[in-house]
């Protein structure tokens, strides 16, 4: 595959965790990548050069989502560096987590502009540079199987990643006519380097009816299939990638025991 030829991807919080193995994984197959991260600088270097090892491009971009104006100068700058993008995954996040009645306005404020913001701004900027050059891309917003389902401490997370689906709805209706593709992916209990063995570890998996907890991998499968031909006529869907995590979870309510913080 020439370097005219590669589809260009933009993965927002790729230096660690979920968005590193995205980043990897599109890598991998042929992507050139703009991979954005913000604090952690070595891990996005040593994850450029492999990726750079599948003889892809990568553009190291780094910013405070949270910042006003650095959503967009982040996809600008990814423009500049690849001229085009055909694909926006925006996945750069945090799990803030306190009891509603402790919750304090600046953890919210700041919860809001990471979960639900950042990733609004950056598909807007994207959408447009992909409308100004008649690409008929993809965007995928990696929200939460908090979206959907209460639990303990998850009263401003929870509420972010619900509106950043039901704003995925709304952008796949208004880019359709434009060939732009918008879908969200809703991660369940997925085990990273970022999350080590806790002790309640057996005791959530049980509870999910896969029994396991699910990867990376997993997560980034389902993002490449999202942003690939193969899935064409798919837009404005959240698909849960949670092992079934996020079904009537019987055995825990029977228990007594449902929290995953």
């Given amino acids: 595959m020439s370097e005219q030829s590669r589809p260009v991807a933009l993965v ?9 193995v995205i980043a990897r994984v599109l890598g991998a197959r042929g992507y050139d990548i703009a991979l954005h991260y913000w604090d952690n600088e070595d891990g996005a270097k040593e994850l450029a050069d492999e990726i750079q090892s599948h003889d892809s491009r990568v553009a190291l971009i780094k910013g ?6 650095v959503p967009h100068s982040i996809v600008d700058e990814a423009v ?28 919210v404020e700041h919860s809001y502009r990471i979960n639900f913001l ?20 993809a965007i ?12 303990n401490r998850d009263s401003a997370y929870g509420a972010m990643k619900a509106a950043l689906a ?3 709805e709304s952008m796949a209706y208004e880019l359709a006519e434009y060939g732009i593709r918008v879908n969200a992916v809703a991660p369940g209990r997925i085990r990273t380097s970022l999350s080590p063995l806790t002790p309640v570890d057996e005791q959530i998996n049980k509870a999910i009816p896969i029994q396991r907890s699910g990867t990376s991998q997993d ?4 993002v490449a299939w999202l942003i690939s031909s193969s899935s064409s006529y798919v837009t404005g869907t959240t698909i849960r ?15 007594g025991n449902l929290r995953f913080f």
């Fill in 64 to 69: 405070d989502l949270t910042l006003d104006g």
């Fill in 166 to 168: 039901r704003a995925t």
């Fill in 12 to 20: 927002t919080g790729a230096g660690r965790g979920i968005g590193a």
């Fill in 140 to 151: 995928v917003n990696v929200t939460s199987v908090h979206q959907e389902r209460a639990t």
């Fill in 241 to 255: 990638v949670d092992g079934g995590m996020n079904l009537p979870l019987q055995s825990a309510l029977i228990d």
């Fill in 118 to 137: 950042s990733p609004y701004l950056c598909a807007q900027r994207c959408a447009n540079a992909m409308v100004q050059a008649g690409i008929k891309g």
């Fill in 80 to 107: 500049r560096e690849f001229g085009r993008i055909d694909a926006l995954v925006n996945n750069a996040g945090l799990t803030i987590s306190e009891t509603f009645l402790q919750f304090e306005q600046k953890a």
């Fill in 219 to 222: 997560v980034a499968e389902v």
